[in-house]
């Protein structure tokens, strides 16, 4: 295991990449996460809007799989990022504050092997969307379509 990110020609293209929606397809350890959330949270920053969703099976996965790991979200982006796994103040649901210089970003955690929770957050205006590992969510709704992006969504 490496302490840095290493940004291949292949990755370089993929951060620079401008599409509203984006599927990283790969084997295990390929990387997809890596360089996909690291990809979402600068996304998060340069967004106009406030609020943004981070997504993986359950609030225990994402934290292992994605906020705590190595060249995860908070050894990425270290001070400039506050994880808050119970909810604070106005903001009751688990979330990251992202501190950037237009302001506070907050990006929601939400497990989708949370049903009701996921139908909640149905209807609410956001900026972006990361899903880690969609292809195991069991969704029998189409709750991703019903959701308003202002622009980007890695899935
Ligand atoms: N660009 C990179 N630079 C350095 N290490 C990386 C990079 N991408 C992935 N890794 C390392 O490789 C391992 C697997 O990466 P991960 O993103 O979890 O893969 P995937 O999501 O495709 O299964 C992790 O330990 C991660 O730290
Ligand atoms: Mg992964």
Redo the contacts with the bound molecule.
């Keep these: ?2 302490d ?4 291949s020609p292949k ?1 370089k293209a993929f951060l620079r990449c401008n599409a509203p929606v984006e599927f990283l397809e ?1 084997t ?8 996909g959330i690291f990809k979402f949270i600068l996304k998060c920053a340069e967004s106009s809007k406030k609020i943004h969703i981070l997504s993986g099976l359950d609030l225990g996965t994402i934290e292992k ?1 994605i906020i705590n ?3 995860g979200i908070l050894d990425d982006f270290g001070s400039l990022v506050e994880y808050n796994a119970k909810g604070k103040g106005q903001y009751s649901l688990p979330h990251l504050i992202l501190h950037t210089s237009k302001g506070e970003r907050i990006i929601y955690i939400l497990g989708y092997d949370n049903k009701a929770r996921w139908k909640k957050a149905l209807g609410g205006q956001y900026g972006c969307l990361y899903i880690d590992e969609i292809n195991i969510a069991d969704w029998k709704e189409k709750s991703i379509q019903a959701f308003t992006l202002e622009r980007y969504a890695i899935l």
Aim: positive net charge; proline residues 0%.
């Design positions: 295991m490496t840095k990110l290493i940004l990755y790969g295990t350890a390929a990387g997809k996460t890596t360089v799989n790991k190595d060249l």
